[in-house]
């Protein structure tokens, strides 16, 4: 199942029960200054959630891009990303527990066909502030979970807000898929380290889908009340989704990023498995190529503050591994980014729209840093050539080399 497939069937799964499609919001959150960039689906509902608006439906659902800049250094694995999509369903005081497990268990193993003995359940374990949630729990036991696949995780793993002080809140059900027991480092039975979510879980088990219940309000002290009405806020990673539903074991190895690899054939002879430095190269550009165009169709350009720093964080991440890795140009790197905009602009018009502003801007900071790169090198071989004639390094043009490698950030 192709993941533009996946997308639909899970708009088309909760918008035939009740819930109101909305269209993705901006990467960059509307009227919150203090976000740098959006993370969650449930960004757009907030106001929703806290009672500062009424929504227009009890009920949403939503496919929203996000991006997260924690994990920025750590791409260029077959893990990690900075830009995803976020299918979510949400309901604003209508639904709770029962239905938003039972939706979620219906969707897995009807429409996306994921055998049921795969699928492994965390549930908050509780403390001293709230308890157990033993109604999740039940719900799950009675869409047929097993009670020995359904993990307590502590607070820290299976707690959601509230976004500051004090707000709503409440305890999270992630349903995690397992690879398989070929993949255990231990057994879940005997030690829950080895379970869903425990820290030696990974890489039998990958987290799916996480289903937030808001049920409680917390004060600024830190005592929590009941909420006089509950909230469902569910998030469900498009990605891992895609790689548990077509048999691969890294995201990157889906449909998702296909076209940009193909790309990269056009221009390099690179493969993967050549080099660890390659793959490093490919997996960069792979997740980098889709955050540019999503950031600049949203009106980010490159810059030294903030978000505007962020997209000249990934160009130039980018730009170092296509021209410094793989020979690369800017026009290169630039048609990178086309192509997200050609297999997936159909469903993000805004890239479409965006076009022109993605190649133009894309090409011109990538030339930028090539720029810097090139002089940069040039200084490094020019030291080089001096060291080995000889001449004591860190004279004449050596001085330069500091500002200059300042400039690559």
């Not at 929203?64 to 924690?70: D, S, V």
């Not at 999509?85 to 268990?105: H, Q, T, V």
């Not at 500051?164 to 398989?180: A, N, T």
């Not at 793959?279 to 190529?289: E, N, P, T």
Request: glycine residues 10%; aromatic residues 12%; charged residues 30%.
């Amino acid at each position: 199942m192709q993941s533009h497939e996946i997308r639909k069937r899970y708009l088309e799964f909760f918008q035939e029960r009740g819930h109101r499609f909305f269209p993705s919001s901006s990467l960059v959150p509307h009227n919150d200054p203090t976000v740098l960039l959006t993370t969650a689906g449930m960004q757009q509902f907030i106001t929703y959630f806290t009672g500062q608006e009424k929504p227009p439906s009890p009920r949403a659902t939503s496919v929203q891009k996000c991006f997260r800049t924690p994990d920025l250094e750590d791409v260029g694995d077959s893990t990690h990303l900075t830009f995803f999509e976020m299918l979510g369903n949400f309901s604003f005081g209508d639904y709770f527990k029962k239905e938003a497990i039972e939706y979620a268990w219906a969707f897995l193993t009807e429409d996306l066909g994921l055998a049921p003995e795969k699928l492994w359940i965390t549930i908050f374990e509780g403390d001293e502030d709230a308890p157990e949630d033993l109604e999740a729990k039940e719900h799950w036991m009675a869409c047929g979970v097993p009670e020995d696949r359904i993990f307590g995780l502590p607070k820290s793993e299976n707690w959601w807000g509230p976004p500051g002080d004090s707000g709503p809140c409440g305890p999270c059900s992630e349903v995690y898929f397992d690879y398989g027991e070929d993949l255990a480092k231990g057994d879940p039975s005997e030690d829950p380290r080895y379970g869903p979510g425990g820290e030696e879980g990974d890489p039998r088990f990958i987290e799916i889908w996480n289903l937030v219940f808001n049920q409680y309000e917390q004060a600024r002290d830190g005592t929590l009340t009941p909420l006089s009405k509950t909230g469902i806020d569910t998030g469900m990673g498009l990605e891992r989704t895609a790689a548990v539903v077509q048999g691969v074991r890294s995201v990157y190895e889906t449909d998702l990023y296909a076209p940009i690899f193909e790309k990269v054939r056009e221009y390099t002879d690179a493969r993967f498995g050549s080099s660890e430095t390659t793959d490093r190269a490919l997996y960069i550009l792979a997740d980098h190529s889709r955050g540019m165009a999503f950031l600049i169709a949203d009106g980010v350009r490159p810059g030294n503050q903030r978000r505007e720093y962020v997209l000249r964080r990934i160009i130039r991440r980018a730009a170092l591994q296509a021209y410094g890795r793989l020979g690369m140009g800017p026009e290169g790197l630039a048609g990178l980014a086309e192509v997200v905009v050609d297999y997936m602009g159909d469903f993000y018009e805004e890239l479409k729209k965006s076009r022109e502003d993605i190649r133009r801007v894309v090409t011109a900071e990538a030339r930028r840093f090539v720029e810097i790169y090139d002089s940069g090198m040039g200084l490094l071989e020019e030291e080089l050539s001096r060291f080995e004639g000889g001449t004591s390094p860190g004279t004449s043009r050596s001085r330069c080399t500091t500002p200059t490698a300042s400039r690559w950030r």
